[in-house]
């Protein structure tokens, strides 16, 4: 069975804290993403990486990064988390085709 | 980059009537348009998927068509039952690493 597991399911974290969402998939894929989910704005790209250390901005990068030590494993990384960053967080890899998500991480910023 | 845009936004049907739902793209190298459902407090789900080089694509009671000339592409969902209740997002794609996603559409099948 294919699996992409996210760390935690929610998080509350406090204004200006540094926050690491983690990702891990088991099915060998070279692309991963984050993509932020909110009403009305369905889901946008922050970053994805299609390979080891490699890793491209996509949509809406400000006040995010990320890190790729390993295949297997996508972290997105909040470097001083705003309130404007409460938002559900879905990760995502790909082999050829299709997308596999994580079940998502509800982060609430206070 | 590739512009995915999704109506309607929200679509509400009676049980074992059809619904539509439409979304258009920008990019004429995308090749790859996959369709995803989201059950509450679930993650996306593919349910269908169709390439380029195809125009329709039925699996039960969904069905995708694809127009590539007029850069649109549409999920059909016959005979609505409850558990169609969702939001649905669809998505372009021309490479892998490249999924481009529409706002997606929040559908309710009322018993």
Redesign the interface.
Known sequence: DVK?TQSSRYLVKRTGEKVFLECVQDMDH??M?W?RQDP????R?IY?S?DVKMKEKGDIPEGYSVSREKKERFSLILESASTNQTSMY?C?S??????F????TRLTVV | GENVEQHPSTLSVQEGDSAVIKCTYSDSASNYFPWYKQELGKRPQLIIDIRSNVGEKKDQRIAVTLNKTAKHFSLHITETQPEDSAVYFCAASKRSNQFYFGTGTSLTVIP
């Open positions: 992409v070279e692309n993403f993509y009305g704005l369905g889901l790209l994805f299609y879905l995502a790909t082999g050829f085709t299709e997308a998500f994580g079940q998502g």
